[in-house]
């Protein structure tokens, strides 16, 4: 299939035009300007028999003589379905459709999209687009696309699901003198989808980086999938757009698409190695950097520089990321202090001062590369009276060798653009201010990190499956999808999480009894399948003495029936009140887009006001959980114990974690769960409530 896509050795063009201001015009010439060694047909039966820029063209696909690899269509959307029956027929099995007004536009384009699908699957056809720009592979001469810009040939490979977007960000890799790979427009992901493209891509001998941009992913789990395997090998940037609400109208409005969650997005691409790039420039930064640098072996970086303030810039950019400003070893400060004037700073940044000319830069250069304690140079010029960037752009590509990362920031324009152009030539991306450099330094190290991170493994652990099930079909036999109180307590005590003591009292005198089991204080909550948050309702009640029992049971039933009604209500569970410890929070929530996402934080009733939680997608392996504790702000530190606190149960918090992930894998109906509060002391922990949602 890909070979037809992106090395066809023949490409028919649907809709082919004389006239320059029409798609079908520009397509059939962006071909024959790429220089394609293939066929190429152009398609129109108004033209039929006639030459179109120097190609006979014809009036259907069925009366093209030879055989068509890739069929290119840009004719209006209400013509297209005979043409996919003419493809089936011809045996041309690769489509890009170029043409819009698909679902994007509404329900009547989308009803189109799933008759134009329907039939492509009958005859084995895939489909890039409809509503894109194209496709181009620079290193097969083809050019499929209405892209003004022309790419040249380099190892970036580039998808995007918006064209205007795809046509900006080609643009700006041509002014820079960067090249491509493959360019895949998806538009509205009728048939291919970003998942489809990664598995083509991630085998790619011509792509050494890839970057995506995307306002939707449909297969989540597949994408994670695809994306982990992808990063594995090389890296993987995406642009993923519609971030808050309004954003995510406006992407629904411009593809069809629904996002999901942004949280969520961050989440799987954080797990898998995708690096998100959070703006264009960014984005750009990371894949200049990727694209003809070697990785990062470290975070240690020295900012080499002539001007004191774009050192200060560079630096204070480097404190804010998660690089590390390097020290420069005796040895190499030693040679630098005899060969370079005696007024440099040798600190880092160092500072070869504002008369500093290539001789200098050459010299530095090589000895702060040759530093082993040194993983990548920030090349920072101000343009200034003794200086002459070309030179200085010269020999600093003469010392940048192939194990360390170098990125370049020639400050200005005109004075610069010579010394940026043979930076370019010899693969060193500059940047027009430190900031960036460091924000596409950073971005390497990010991807170092994930990379060494171990795999992690998937444990199991001895549980009661059954006593789950009987709990869900009991609940879903009384038409109840929700469960909270005593049964959620149950269901989650039939996966090893700890409970604390609980039971249900139905009348005075059953409420009487259970007080006599139990050591006071007590807390008393009211049971209904109606009621999930209960302290909003008044149907809790803490610090209750024996004495107090009747009438607390009695007050709460009056209280909270006035609600609800009294026949909702199931009972009063009792409970001894728990001693103090650290309140956490563990809960799953169900994202349409990547599924289940296990959610770890502070507990108990500040969890909507500091926030304070980390998450990840299910299944959590071994290593995650660990992760999740540490990149909480405050709960971390309370687990760990503060101003001479003992540290808490900080392993049984873990595996607890990894019971909740396995729970919601043996039964992916259930949607929603939560423990809050899930305290934990010294050793041990108890959950005190705990609700649930399933399907």
Not at 207 to 234: C, H, N, P, W
Not at 642 to 659: K, M, S, Y
Request: proline share 4%; aromatic share 6%; hydrophobic share 40%.
């Amino acid at each position: 299939m890909w070979e037809n896509f992106f090395k066809p050795q023949s490409v028919a063009v649907v809709g082919a035009s004389r006239n320059e201001e029409k798609l079908g015009y520009q397509v059939v010439n962006k071909l024959l300007e790429a220089d394609f060694k293939g066929e190429i047909y152009p398609l129109n039966p108004k033209l039929a028999g006639k030459n179109l820029l120097g190609r006979r063209v014809y009036a259907r696909l069925t009366e093209v003589p030879g055989k068509i690899d890739l069929v290119v269509v840009v004719i209006p959307r209400d013509f297209i379905l005979p043409v996919i029956e003419d493809c089936g027929s011809k045996g041309a099995r690769s489509v890009v459709i170029i043409s819009a007004g698909f679902k994007e536009v509404g329900e009547e384009g989308a009803s189109l999209e799933d008759k134009i699908l329907k039939m492509a699957k009958r005859w084995g056809i895939r489909i890039i687009g409809p509503n894109c720009l194209g496709i181009i592979n620079a290193h097969w001469n083809l050019n499929a696309s209405f892209a003004p810009s022309a790419p040249s040939k380099g190892n970036i490979a580039f998808f995007s699901q918006s064209g205007a977007l795809g046509t900006a960000i080609l643009d700006r890799l041509r002014k820079e003198g960067v090249g491509i790979s493959k360019f895949i427009s998806l538009g509205n992901k009728m048939d291919i989808d970003e998942v489809d493209i990664l598995e083509m891509l991630k085998d790619d001998d011509e792509t050494r980086v890839i970057l995506g941009y995307l306002e939707s992913i449909g297969r989540g789990r597949d994408f994670m999938r695809l994306a982990k395997a992808t990063a594995q090998v090389k890296p993987l940037i995406v642009i993923k757009s519609g971030r808050g609400e309004k954003g995510k109208k406006a992407a629904s409005s411009h593809t069809g698409s629904l996002a999901g969650q942004d949280e969520a997005y961050e989440v799987a691409f954080r797990q898998t190695g995708v690096l998100r790039a959070h703006t264009f420039g960014q984005a750009l930064g990371m894949v200049k950097a990727f694209s003809s640098q070697p990785l990062l072996e470290g975070n240690r970086v020295v900012v080499l520089t002539n001007a004191g303030g774009a050192g200060i810039l560079a630096t204070d950019a480097c404190e804010k990321s998660s690089l590390q400003m390097a020290s420069l070893g005796d040895e190499t400060k030693k040679r630098l202090q005899d060969r370079l004037p005696p007024h440099i700073s040798l600190s880092n940044p160092v500072d070869i001062l504002g008369d500093a000319k290539a001789d200098r830069y050459q010299i530095a250069t090589r000895e702060i590369l040759a530093d082993q304690g040194v993983d990548g140079v920030l090349l920072l010029l101000s343009p200034q009276a003794a200086t002459d960037p070309r030179r200085v752009a010269e020999v600093v590509s003469e010392e940048a060798g192939a194990t360390k990362p170098v990125l370049a920031c020639f400050m200005g324009y005109d004075k610069v653009k010579d010394a940026v152009d043979v930076l370019q030539g010899s693969g060193i991306p500059n940047y027009e201010d430190p900031e960036y450099a460091v924000m596409a330094m950073e971005g390497m190290y990010r991807y170092l990190e994930w990379k060494k991170k171990p795999p992690g493994i998937l444990r199991s652990f001895s549980v009661d499956d059954d006593a789950v099930q009987r709990i869900l079909d009991n609940s879903k036999e009384s038409g109840y999808l929700e469960i909270g109180g005593s049964e959620a307590l149950r269901l989650i005590q039939a996966y090893g999480i700890p409970v604390v003591k609980n039971y249900l009292a139905r009348s005075e005198e059953e409420a009487l009894r259970i007080g006599e089991l139990l050591d006071a204080p007590l807390v008393m909550k009211v049971e209904s399948p109606q009621i999930l948050h209960k302290s909003e309702v008044g149907g809790v009640k803490v610090g209750i003495n024996k004495e107090e029992i009747v009438s607390c049971f009695r007050d709460m039933l009056e209280e909270v029936g006035r609600i609800v009604g009294k026949d909702r209500i199931k009972g009063i569970c009792i409970q001894p009140q728990v001693r103090e410890g650290k309140e956490v929070l563990m809960g799953v929530s169900y994202d349409d887009v990547f599924g289940h996402m296990i959610r770890f934080g502070l507990g108990g009733k500040y969890v909507e006001i500091y926030k304070d939680t980390s998450t990840r997608a299910a299944p959590l392996t071994s290593e995650e959980p660990k992760e999740m504790i540490e990149e909480t702000k405050y709960i971390s530190e309370l687990l760990r114990g503060v101003r001479g606190e003992a540290a808490c149960d900080i392993p049984l918090v873990e595996e607890l974690l990894l019971r909740l992930s396995q729970l919601i894998t043996h039964f992916p109906q259930i949607k929603e769960v939560e423990a809050n509060p899930l305290v934990v002391w010294r050793k041990g922990a108890v959950a005190i409530d705990a609700r649930l949602r399933f399907q």
